[in-house]
């Protein structure tokens, strides 16, 4: 027997309510709340509804703004919207795959895109990278 497991958890359907808030109702979550904001390790941080990779850690970035920011993602994984709601005109960032709501992106980030993408960690899964750092 091999003993290798595949401890991905996206597909186990236990997301949380607070989860299903966010990624079917545009909620958001509160501003540092997530773990996410101090995950420091390689990998990749898959869509909680679906588990499609979104954005590798490499392009996580710390903006001080309490939400896990990236200033890039896997190309293809993400679709957006204008969202016009709160009397602002912004950027809304969805899972291309599921169409699970993810956050928002905002022309402010670092180089070299220039771009924010604010996301919810809870929206998100972390998975470590197996056998290296
Ligand atoms: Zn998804």
Redesign the pocket.
């Known amino acids: 027997m091999s003993g290798k497991t595949d401890n991905g958890g996206a597909q186990c359907g236990c997301l949380t309510p607070e989860q299903l808030r966010i990624l079917r109702e545009h909620g958001t979550e509160r501003p540092g709340s997530s773990p996410l904001n101090n995950e420091k390790r390689s990998g990749e941080y898959r869509?909680a509804?679906?588990g499609?990779p979104l954005f590798y850690s490499g392009t996580k970035y710390e903006s001080g703004s309490g939400w896990p920011s990236f200033y890039d993602a896997i190309p293809g994984a993400l679709g957006t919207t204008t969202d016009t709601t709160h009397g602002m005109t912004r950027t809304e960032v969805h899972?291309a795959?599921?169409n699970?709501h993810l956050g928002h992106v905002f022309p402010d980030g670092p180089p070299p895109t220039g771009l924010r993408y604010c996301m919810n960690g809870l929206a998100l899964t972390f998975v470590p990278r197996d056998g290296g750092t």
């Open positions: 869509c509804g679906c499609t899972c795959h599921c699970g």
